[in-house]
Every structure is written in structure tokens, then in C-alpha cells.
């Protein structure tokens, strides 16, 4: 359909030498993107030949995440060996290194840095308070030592007594 459009002011001799040329073009770009190491269906190729990539609703098997939207889910939970904060990467490991934790102890010190974890599942071993008090979490996931995304719901634990 666009070489139609590009073709159409030509007489219908020079329209046959256009499209030719137009076909060489094409096919020197498919060379090109060949022997640059990028398949025809790979999602940076602007020559996607395959008939998946050329559907509209068509999504790639591994996207990378949105960052500006990006945000972990955690949980807490009181174990005998700590706080146990379950989290993974959801599905975008293959983009994220880290998960930064904070915590709030209540101490009056608000949140301070706790880990940089890169295996999902952290537990917290700092010793608990001998008196009921409640402990607060968040983590950001983080790319190449810089964080990324938004800040995870704050979960909230009672700890100690």
C-alpha cells in the first residue's frame, strides 16, 4: 500500500522502474539488517517480515518493564528467624538487578537504607524489641546500581513483646 502511494504521480513505465528500485532498496536493507547480527524478527529490526510481528495486538514474549510506572510488591511477616519479606522481580529479572530495602524501626529515624537484595525473599534479623512495636518496609527495584520505578507500598509489621 505505501509503494502504491509513492508510485502513483509516475507514468505507468516509470512506476515499474520506481518499484524495482524500491524493491532493490528494500532488499539491501534486509541484507543489511542480516549481516548486522539483527533478524528479520527481532523487535529492533524495522524490516519485521514475520506475519506475529506485523499483527496489531501482537506483544513481544519478553518486554522490558515501564519505569515510570514499575513499583514491587511486597509483604512482611514474623518469623523465628526475623521479619521475612517475601518479593520477586515479576517477570522482569532479565532487566532488574536489585531490590533496594528500607526500614523505619520507629525509632525516630524514619526510614534508613536495610539491603540491597538480588535474590528474591530477604529476611530481616535484626534483633526485636523487647516491647510491642511496629516495624515499617518499602523497597525500590533497581538497574545498573541506580533505582528505577516508584516505591513500593509501605507493609507494616508488629514486632517484639
Known sequence: MA????L???AAKERKE?????VKIFAFLAFLAFFCGCPSGHPGNPLRFSATQRSPDHRPEETPPDFLTLRPALSANVT???VHIPWKFDGYSKWLDVLRLEVDRSDG?????LTYDTTP??????PQPTTLTQWEYRGIFGVDATTGGLWSETVT?????
Not at 3 to 6: D, G, N
Not at 109 to 113: A, I, N, R, S
Open 80 to 82: 523465628p528467624g526475623g
Open 8 to 10: 502513483k504521480p509516475f
Open 121 to 126: 525473599g530477604y529476611t530481616d534479623t535484626h
Open 3 to 6: 509503494i502504491k502511494a509513492l
Open 109 to 113: 529515624k524514619g526510614f534508613v537504607h
Open 18 to 22: 520506481r518499484r524495482n528500485e524500491l
Open 157 to 161: 509489621v508488629a514486632v517484639g513483646g
